[in-house]
């Protein structure tokens, strides 16, 4: 059974996707393939259930989801479906975190909504949360799943040595497979829910 929180994150985020100012080029089919699997929750059991966890950047998570909540429509439906989410979810920060700048080690969390350690445990899918601290930069990084990203509030993304930019509150953010992108937070902290697909 999915719980009601999760299926409303799910829900609102689909609604969020398609209803975004200028979706990229390519993502729809990504996108496609992710909302139908995502509509028949796993029956998948988890070894040991995922406890949740705060790290120190939740305490940004309000001030993360103030500007969608003040827009209105389905991206502000999601922040709040999000907020009564965040409380179940296991915040953890990235793997070899520590080799990186204190301001990202103290500054970043990562929780898993969806996926093989995710909330609901699935192999199709990988959807999850990044929460960043104002003024911190995520390392660049590239994964063979395509992915696209649904953001909840200001920050900026780059791919390769591209430029930064601005997708905003209910924005879409795309990067086919392998691409090396980042993401930095400027005044604000920075929140965007992901999502990968991992089957093929
Ligand atoms: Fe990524």
């Known amino acids: 059974m999915r719980p009601s929180a999760l299926e409303k994150v799910f829900e609102h985020a689909e609604a969020a996707f398609r209803s975004a100012p200028g979706i990229p080029p390519g993502s729809e089919s990504l996108a496609d393939r992710v909302w139908t699997a995502l509509k028949v ?3 998948q059991e988890h070894v040991i259930d995922p406890e949740p966890q705060a790290l120190p950047v939740c305490s940004f998570l309000t001030d993360a989801l103030q500007d969608s909540i003040a827009l209105g429509g389905p991206i502000s439906d999601l922040a709040m479906a999000f907020q009564d989410l965040a409380l179940e979810l296991c915040w953890e920060r990235r793997r070899n975190a520590e080799t990186g700048p204190g301001a990202f080690f103290h500054g ?8 093989p350690n995710g909330l609901e445990r ?7 949360a990044s929460l960043m601290a ?19 509030s200001p920050g900026q993304w780059r791919q390769g040595d591209g430029s930064w930019y601005e997708p905003g509150p209910g924005g879409v953010v795309h990067h086919p497979p392998g ?20 089957k093929d």
């Open 41 to 43: 929750p796993s029956e």
């Open 108 to 115: 970043h969390a990562n929780a898993v909504l969806a996926g």
């Open 122 to 128: 699935r192999n199709d899918v990988v959807a999850g």
């Open 134 to 152: 104002p003024g911190v930069r995520y390392p660049d990084h590239r994964h063979p799943p395509e992915e696209f990203y649904v953001v909840l």
């Open 179 to 198: 691409m090396v992108h980042a993401m930095r937070s400027g005044d604000s902290p920075l929140l965007a829910l992901w999502f990968l697909w991992t």
